[in-house]
């Protein structure tokens, strides 16, 4: 299985607060994702990263922020956290972005804002 | 925009009885990618397609490429429990480096 890790993996914050989600991969691929899954609403691409230093926004964008200093790890910044974004985050790290067998996924984070 | 839907939403079934669910896009791509997520993990891939018409299978499932380039159907046959799971198709953006994701179809398998 490829090595991609996230954490936390469960995680209550207050609204208000920022709070920072990690991807970390073993797989020296290029492209990293981060998606939020909702009930009815599927998975929605949060950012996703090309590259080291090199980042663009997804269709959910607003109130998240990214990073990506080295190739194996992405970070999700929440600046400051609003119940709305209480969700199941994944993050997905691809080899040769749509050029490719698709995404692989790691397990998830579960944020609750309360 | 660019949207997938998914079809049914849910399906409640008994066990050994088959499965079919279908995902439709309004544009034409050359990917269809379908995805099973079991609980507490992330979705993981089971078929990709990448021609009109093509017919995949893996196991008791079996995916097929729409001839009109904008839909994907997905079948299982004699459903197991552990056939329980939500499932997803997907596709590539246009010109991007991005795959979308339909809402995705949850299956409950009744033993």
């Known amino acids: 299985d490829a090595g991609i890790t996230q954490s936390p993996r469960h995680k209550v914050t207050e609204t208000g607060t920022p709070v920072t989600l990690r991807c970390h991969q073993t797989e020296n691929h290029r492209y990293m994702y981060w998606y939020r899954q909702d009930p009815g609403h599927g998975l929605r691409l949060i950012h996703y990263s090309y590259g080291v230093k090199d980042t663009d926004k997804g269709e959910v964008s607003d109130g998240y922020s990214v990073s990506r200093s080295k190739t194996e790890d992405f970070l999700l910044t929440l600046e400051s956290a609003t119940s709305s974004q209480t969700s199941v985050y994944f993050c997905?790290?691809?080899?040769?972005?749509?050029?490719?067998?698709?995404?692989?996924f790691g397990s998830g984070t579960r944020l609750t804002v309360v | 925009g660019q949207q997938l839907n998914q079809s049914p939403q849910s399906m409640f079934i008994q066990e050994g009885e088959d499965v079919s669910m279908n995902c439709t896009s309004s544009s034409i791509f050359n990917t269809w990618l379908w995805y099973k997520q079991e609980p507490g993990e992330g979705p993981v891939l089971l078929i990709a397609l990448y021609k009109a018409g093509e017919l995949t299978s893996n196991g008791r499932l079996t995916a097929q490429f729409g001839i009109t380039r904008k839909d994907s159907f997905l079948n299982i046959s004699a459903s197991i429990p552990s056939d329980v799971g939500i499932y997803f198709c997907a596709r590539p953006t246009s010109g991007t480096y991005k795959y979308i994701f339909g809402t995705g179809t949850r299956l409950k398998v009744l033993a």
């Open positions: 997905a790290i691809s080899e040769r972005g749509t050029d490719s067998y698709g995404y692989t």
